[in-house]
């Protein structure tokens, strides 16, 4: 990893014409419009791939129906908030038998677009790009990885998972023979914005950045930021809380448990007025 992973003043700000790719849990929130797709919302659209992965491992079971409960426990989610999700793919399920897993894998896949194959470029071969490449799970899940490129003379024309490094250089030609719709950058922080610059300009409209650099896109280009560090530091605000929380229960002898809030953690409430 490099130390040199900071955020750039002047990359940080919107520029004319463009916008800025938002980080979001887990990832990032999708850019661009309030709704994705076909009128559904993109805080549904994000949780699609839970219930696909749920579904899935049903699938695999032979289970041919599901509960929204069910699915909703094994997604990880509030089975009303699932059953809402469901019903802006025009999925309602059928009263006492829940719904056909099959039917709704195939659902989900066509309203994520994972019914045909999308191919997929990684630019940065270091420590996380080679683990990206040399990550087996994007087949299964329709993403073909067709082209790994870095700028380095270390790295390039090394060969990772069957493909060969390839100089940046050579990065305009591949597009254009290959046509790759998504970038996956896991270049330094210092050089994101200028290799997502030259990444857009030949018509990728796509990009997951890695690097912890908010990028400016043009209208139209949908980018998602992954940041692990942010979820470290939630998870850590989380167990400071709740050990905050243990030490006041233990301060308040007889004080009710704490209870559990939407997010399945302790409520704050219950303790209210000794964590300080
Ligand atoms: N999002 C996360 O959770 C997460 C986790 C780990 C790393 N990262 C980030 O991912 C990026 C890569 O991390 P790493 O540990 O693999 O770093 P690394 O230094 O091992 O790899 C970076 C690679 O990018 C290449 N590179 C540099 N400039 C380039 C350019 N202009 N064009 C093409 N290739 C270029 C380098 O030659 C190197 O091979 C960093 O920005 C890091 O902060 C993010």
Same mark, same amino acid.
């Given at each position: 990893?490099?130390?040199?992973?900071?955020?750039?003043?002047?990359?940080?700000?919107? +520029?004319?014409?463009?916008?800025?790719?938002?980080?979001?849990?887990? *990832?990032?929130?999708?850019? *661009?419009?309030?709704?994705?797709?076909?009128?559904?919302?993109?805080?549904?659209?994000?949780?699609?791939?839970?219930?696909?992965?749920?579904?899935?491992?049903?699938?695999? @079971?032979?289970?041919?129906?599901?509960?929204?409960?069910?699915?909703?426990?094994?997604?990880? &989610?509030?089975?009303?908030?699932?059953?809402?999700?469901?019903?802006?793919?025009?999925?309602?399920?059928?009263?006492?038998?829940?719904?056909?897993?099959?039917?709704?894998?195939?659902?989900?896949?066509?309203?994520?677009?994972?019914?045909?194959?999308?191919?997929?470029?990684?630019?940065?071969?270091?420590?996380?790009?080679?683990?990206?490449?040399?990550?087996?799970?994007?087949?299964?899940?329709?993403?073909?990885?067709?082209?790994?490129?870095?700028?380095?003379?270390?790295?390039?024309?090394? @060969?990772?998972? *069957?493909?060969?490094?390839?100089?940046?250089?050579?990065?305009?030609?591949?597009?254009?023979?290959?046509?790759?719709?998504?970038?996956?950058?896991?270049?330094?922080?210092?050089?994101?914005?200028?290799?997502?610059?030259?990444?857009?300009?030949?018509?990728?409209?796509?990009?997951?950045?890695?690097?912890?650099? &908010?990028?400016?896109?043009?209208?139209?280009?949908?980018?998602?930021?992954?940041?692990?560090?942010?979820?470290?530091?939630?998870?850590?605000?989380?167990?400071?809380? @709740?050990?905050?929380?243990? +030490?006041?229960? @233990?301060?308040?002898?007889?004080?009710?448990?704490? *209870? +559990?809030?939407?997010?399945?953690?302790?409520?704050?409430?219950?303790?209210?007025?000794?964590?300080?």
């Amino acid at each position: 990893m490099n130390d040199d992973d900071v955020t750039v003043g002047p990359l940080s700000g919107p +520029r004319p014409g463009q916008r800025a790719g938002t980080p979001g849990a887990g *990832g990032g929130e999708p850019t *661009g419009s309030e709704e994705a797709g076909r009128g559904v919302p993109d805080a549904t659209v994000a949780r699609l791939p839970q219930y696909l992965r749920a579904l899935t491992v049903l699938a695999e @079971r032979g289970t041919e129906t599901v509960s929204s409960e069910a699915l909703a426990a094994a997604a990880g &989610v509030g089975s009303a908030k699932l059953r809402k999700d469901l019903s802006h793919l025009g999925s309602y399920g059928t009263r006492g038998v829940g719904y056909e897993v099959a039917r709704l894998v195939q659902q989900i896949s066509e309203h994520l677009g994972l019914t045909q194959r999308w191919s997929v470029v990684i630019i940065g071969i270091g420590n996380l790009g080679h683990a990206l490449a040399g990550y087996g799970g994007f087949a299964s899940r329709g993403f073909g990885v067709v082209g790994l490129f870095d700028d380095s003379p270390a790295v390039v024309g090394k @060969r990772v998972n *069957g493909l060969v490094v390839r100089p940046l250089a050579q990065f305009e030609a591949a597009v254009a023979d290959e046509r790759p719709t998504i970038a996956v950058l896991a270049v330094p922080a210092a050089v994101a914005q200028r290799v997502c610059d030259r990444v857009v300009a030949t018509g990728v409209s796509s990009v997951l950045n890695f690097a912890p650099v &908010v990028l400016q896109v043009p209208e139209g280009v949908h980018v998602r930021k992954v940041d692990l560090a942010s979820e470290l530091q939630i998870l850590a605000f989380h167990e400071q809380r @709740r050990a905050a929380l243990a +030490r006041a229960a @233990r301060l308040v002898p007889g004080a009710a448990p704490a *209870g +559990r809030g939407t997010s399945g953690e302790p409520e704050a409430a219950a303790v209210a007025g000794v964590v300080r």
